[in-house]
């Protein structure tokens, strides 16, 4: 089955400064890569997604990269604010046909310093 | 509009003890999940169930059974509690994005 590894497991950036967030994933036959924000006593919350035939979107201030080739994708956040901090996850699965079995990585907890 | 709303909240059991947790969804989605959540390995599917009547086992299956009552409701059954299964479990509906409820906190002494 699928295995998604993601890197780091805490996270500490200067409020304004960039994170950013690595994940790898081992079954070549997935497309569907989205991200996940945990705000503490919250279930998890979609904040971007990606499919294989792209490698690259964006969202304001949050932008997702895919390498196929490599088989490992990335969030990154710029300008953070006190509010992006939270724990993020990473997951990934074949989509095609309206069933998401998502495998998800461990969790980053990202911390805003002031 | 609740979304996906999962009962109890908490609750501790005895080792042995059974209890069923509750989720109920008001989106009309196909598909529901049950994961579990500890700490340092991420969320891990229990069970899933493709649409009404379907149910399949996912990662981590073992001690857990589940109901797909109708389109809205998917419940997870622990037969006997175990330590182990001291976990928060969410509920989550939908295909492509998935919409998780809140979260049950489930401590087994």
């Known amino acids: 089955g699928e295995n998604v590894e993601q890197h780091p497991s805490t996270l500490s950036v200067q409020e304004g400064d960039s994170a950013v967030i690595k994940c790898t994933y081992s079954?070549?036959?997935?497309?569907?890569f989205p991200w996940y924000k945990q705000e503490l006593g919250k279930g998890p919350q979609l904040i971007i997604d990606?499919?294989?035939?792209?490698g690259e979107k964006k969202d304001q201030r949050i932008a997702v990269t895919l390498n196929k080739t490599a088989k490992h994708f990335s969030l990154h956040i710029t300008e953070t604010q006190p509010e992006d901090s939270a724990v993020y996850f990473c997951?990934?699965?074949?989509?095609?046909?309206?069933?998401?079995?998502?495998?998800f990585g461990t969790g980053t907890r990202l911390t805003i310093i002031p | 509009n609740a979304g996906v709303t999962q009962t109890p909240k908490f609750q501790v059991l005895k080792t042995g003890q059974s209890m069923t947790l509750q989720c109920a969804q008001d989106?009309?989605?196909?598909?529901m999940y049950w994961y579990r959540q500890d700490p340092g390995m991420g969320l891990r599917l229990i069970y899933y169930?493709?649409?009404?009547?379907?149910?399949d086992k996912g990662e981590v299956p073992n001690g857990y059974n589940v109901s797909r009552l109708n389109k809205r409701e998917f419940s997870l059954r622990l037969e006997s509690a175990a330590p182990s299964q001291t976990s928060v479990y969410f509920c989550?509906?939908?295909?492509?994005?998935?919409?998780f409820g809140e979260g049950s906190r489930l401590t087994v002494l």
């Open positions: 990606i499919r294989s035939n792209v």
């Open positions: 169930s493709a649409s009404e009547g379907t149910t």
């Open positions: 997951a990934a699965s074949f989509s095609g046909f309206g069933n998401e079995k998502l495998t």
């Open positions: 079954d070549s036959a997935s497309n569907y």
């Open positions: 989106m009309n989605h196909n598909s």
């Open positions: 989550a509906g939908g295909a492509g994005e998935l919409f």
